[in-house]
């Protein structure tokens, strides 16, 4: 894992993130024309690692071809989180993520455009921020199961899901623990309401049973298998940073529409969804891909829904590797 020192940096909210780091990876060899970027921006508590699997030789994403760049994001280690900064830490925000994922393109690798920029859920609401902030800077842009605001059902969920089982866990002391572990508690309940809300319903039937699939004899196995496991490892303070700037993540203007938002659009735009997703339905999305001009909408069927991202079939990862190949030829 490299790390770009960005110094002192101001936030958009005029506030200044003391010593900010970006922690990110690289695959491949930047061409002399400098023309072969792909950005690959990562989702809630996920660091760039958990998007390795996506990139190989053959692949959409082939290191023999594109130079792909994994950046992370602010509240979530290692780049710069509250875990790891001395002193209270500031709200950050998406748009404080790409513009720190713009100056590491341009400072370290002396590049002013890029080929595609992808990603799903968080990392794609980071992607509607690069195509709205640096537009002119990206020939495409493959938002992946995500928006460029969460939707209000989606929104809800980032507040009762993962924000309110962990600030209201008694250990949690107005974030002022003395170790994250106190909040295992707070932290397996947001274990439990993901793996309640992000497959859908289907994923459960008696004659389905996908998480046997997945190397579990049972539905608790699979809660404390993947869940648990996925978030007991987070700091509290981290998740909540990340969650509430995705929350709170809006690319326009004050009072502009999401539709007036959508058709200042200017890259080539590839939208996929998957199926059962109900933080990001494909209904919505759809409807984004209509507002944006000359974009291509792609429903996924998957059993997964929201838990697609993770690529656990075969199925799944063939057809996003499809829309990233289409998005790469836009």
Request: aromatic share 10%.
């Amino acid at each position: 894992m490299n790390t770009f020192e960005l110094g002192d940096f101001q936030l958009t909210s005029g506030a200044t993130l003391p010593g900010a780091e970006l922690a990110y990876q690289t695959f491949g060899e930047l061409n002399a024309a400098k023309d072969n970027v792909v950005v690959f921006p990562t989702f809630l508590g996920a660091p760039p690692e958990v998007l390795n699997g996506w990139i190989g030789e053959n692949r959409a994403l082939d290191p023999r071809t594109s130079f792909i760049v994994l950046p992370g994001h602010f509240g979530l280690p290692p780049s710069s989180a509250p875990s790891n900064t001395p002193g209270p830490f500031p709200e950050v925000s998406i748009a404080d993520d790409v513009i720190a994922q713009q100056r590491l393109l341009a400072e370290e690798f002396g590049v002013s455009e890029v080929k595609l920029v992808l990603g799903w859920s968080i990392g794609a609401i980071q992607v509607y921020e690069w195509a709205l902030r640096f537009g002119d800077r990206v020939r495409a842009i493959a938002p992946i199961a995500g928006a460029p605001t969460p939707p209000a059902w989606t929104k809800l969920w980032l507040k009762t899901v993962v924000e309110e089982p962990i600030t209201s866990d008694p250990n949690y002391a107005g974030g002022a623990y003395a170790d994250a572990a106190d909040v295992s508690g707070g932290l397996a309940r947001v274990g439990h309401g993901s793996a309640l809300t992000a497959p859908p319903r289907t994923f459960y039937y008696d004659s389905a049973e996908v998480w046997r699939n997945l190397g579990f004899d049972s539905v608790d196995a699979f809660v404390a298998g993947f869940w648990e496991n996925f978030w007991l490892p987070q700091d509290p303070n981290d998740v909540l940073a990340q969650a509430r700037k995705a929350r709170a993540a809006w690319p326009g203007e004050p009072g502009e529409s999401l539709g007036d938002v959508l058709a200042r659009v200017r890259p080539a735009t590839t939208i996929a969804a998957f199926t059962g997703d109900a933080l990001f339905p494909p209904g919505e999305l759809s409807r984004y891909a209509e507002a944006i001009p000359g974009a291509t909408f792609r429903e996924i069927d998957s059993i997964f829904g929201h838990l697609a991202t993770f690529g656990l079939s075969e199925q799944d990862v063939k057809a996003i590797d499809d829309v990233i190949r289409h998005a790469l030829d836009s």
